[in-house]
Every structure is written in C-alpha cells, then in structure tokens.
C-alpha cells in the first residue's frame, strides 16, 4: 500500500510538473484561414478548447488520449487521425515519448478534399476518422510539410498544403474507421463528396469578416449566389447553418481572447462580433458548460507552467 501510495503521489508530481498549452498571438483559435503545421511533444491541455478548423494528427512515438465530444480516444504510434475543432476536444492524456506531427486545416482547404460520400458531413458533426494504414514515408513527410508551412515562402506552403490534401485523400484506398463506431471501412467507390467552389467562398468571407455585423445576404453577394441557396449548400456541405458557422468563429476567438488577454468580458464580447454580453453569455456557456466569466477564472485559478516539455529535435509547438 506504501508503494502504491508513492507511485500515485509521483504521477501526480509529474502532471503538476508539466506545462500546459496556452495560445498564443498566432494562436491556432484566432487564425481560421492559415495552415498551422506541427512536428513536436505536445502540451496538455487545461481544460477543452476549439477551433474553426480540421485537426490533423500523426503519432510519431508515443500515445495520446482525447476526450472528444462525447466519447474518448487514444492515437498510438503509426495512427493518422482527422476530427472536426469546431466541438469541444481535450489532450487530457499523453506517453513520455509522445511525438506527434500533422496540422490545422482550415475548411477552405478541407472542402477541396476528395472523401468518400458522407465522410466530410460524418466529420462535421463530430466523428472521428482514423486510419492504421500508415508507412515509414509518412513521419518524413509531416517533418517537411511542418518545415515548407513555417518557411515564410510562398511555395512551399502552398506545395505543404497540396501535399496534405493528397495524403488525405489516399486514406479511402486503405481500411479506416469512423469513431465512436469502431468498425473498419473499405471504400466501395462511391462519388467522391468535392464541396462546392460557393462553401470555399462562403468560409473565405466569413473568415474575413466574422467579427463585423454580418447575415446571410453579405455572404450571398461575396460568394455570388442567392441567399437562400448559400444557406442550403452550406448546410448540405458542413451540416451547420451559416449562423452557427459564424458563431463558431466568435467563440473560437474569444475564447483565446479571454485565456491569453486581461480585457473585461464585455469588451471580448464586443471585441469578437457579439451584439450583447446577454448574447455571448449564453453561448459561450452552451459550448464550454460555464460562463465567459467562470471559464477564464477555470484557466487562473490551475497551476502556472513549471517545466517545459522538449520538442523533438528540429520540431516547435504550435
């Protein structure tokens, strides 16, 4: 019973030892429309966060453990995993040697993908996808998308980006599973579902403009198209509606706002495109569970940094 004891009060020494992710001015909560590539030995998290974009993940060495939306999951060594950001997610559990690389992939990319029918909408609404049919190229490969993204050229970002987007698409030609449900898939060589050039118009203006006043209208005439069929292509393609893709991106960017940022919660509200506090009050707390209020005095009140975990040579954080 000692030994046990000891053992229990040492795994808690090491969580309060490590360092917990926090974002950044780059942030990947305040940037909906870049790529954001990663190669390292990632931070826990203090609590969930989200984000408007489609998480890559590749494990390297190591395991990791999320709490998702809903259901839990562990991506060991060799996994290829993607799931929507949009839904609460939480890297609540993690090996010593854990090394991970992949991405961000905001959906103006995601929607060039060509996935097996219904992949994209399963995605959308919180299923996970998950593939073991992965090779030695695959580690080389994320180390120089990870190197092409945070280059500063042009490019190759835009060659990290491509390359990305091919590699994803070859997941449907090997065994793959949409989780919760554990069972494999083998494609059966449906359509590919290829999004509509109006969603990638659609996600490009809102990105650009989600903390002004704007409706349904502002995104029919920068994407081209009548009002009405903006809201039903968008809908068919992402299952959300505008209004609550919108919604999204406020949320996302105020939530980094409030952990990062001394602002009052008024002015984060302001700040992020929320006509009222009333309004952002309830729904914020309809994703996170608690107030704008209680979530940044959630974030305070946990232990401040102690040790850094070390990133793999060559690798960054996010």
């Not at 509606?241 to 980094?256: G, H, V």
């Amino acid at each position: 019973m000692v030994a046990h004891n000891g053992n229990v009060e040492l795994a808690e020494s090491k969580i309060m030892e490590r360092a917990y992710y926090e974002p950044g001015a780059n942030g990947v909560e305040l940037l909906p429309t870049t790529l954001q590539m990663f190669y390292a030995s990632p931070l826990l998290m203090r609590h969930a966060h989200w984000h408007a974009q489609v998480e890559v993940n590749y494990i390297i060495s190591g395991w990791a453990h999320y709490r998702m939306s809903g259901y839990d999951i562990t991506f060991r060594q060799g996994d290829l995993a993607l799931f929507w950001g949009g839904l609460p997610h939480l890297l609540d559990g993690a090996s010593d040697d854990l090394i991970y690389a992949g991405g961000h992939l905001p959906l103006l990319h995601f929607f060039r993908l060509r996935l097996p029918q219904d992949v994209q909408s399963q995605l959308m609404r919180g299923v996970t996808l998950l593939t073991r049919a992965t090779d030695a190229s695959d580690p080389i490969n994320f180390a120089r998308w990870n190197i092409y993204a945070r280059s500063g050229d042009p490019m190759k970002a835009s060659l990290a980006v491509d390359e990305l987007l091919l590699r994803i698409e070859r997941i449907r030609f090997s065994p793959y599973s949409l989780l919760p449900d554990s069972k494999a898939v083998e494609d059966e060589g449906g359509l590919d579902h290829h999004a509509s050039p109006i969603v990638v118009r659609i996600c490009e203006y809102i990105a650009d403009n989600f903390r002004e006043d704007i409706d349904s209208v502002d995104i029919a005439v920068a994407a081209d198209v009548h009002p009405k069929y903006a809201m039903t292509v968008f809908k068919k393609s992402t299952g959300m509606t505008l209004n609550d893709y919108i919604l999204l991106m406020r949320l996302s960017y105020a939530q980094a706002m409030l952990m990062r940022d001394e602002d009052s919660v008024l002015a984060v509200a302001m700040d992020s495109g929320f006509g009222s506090l009333s309004a952002f009050n309830k729904s914020f707390r309809k994703v996170a569970g608690m107030s704008p209020s209680d979530f940044r005095r959630d974030v305070r009140a946990r232990p401040e940094v102690q040790m850094p975990v070390q990133p793999a040579p060559g690798s960054s954080y996010f």
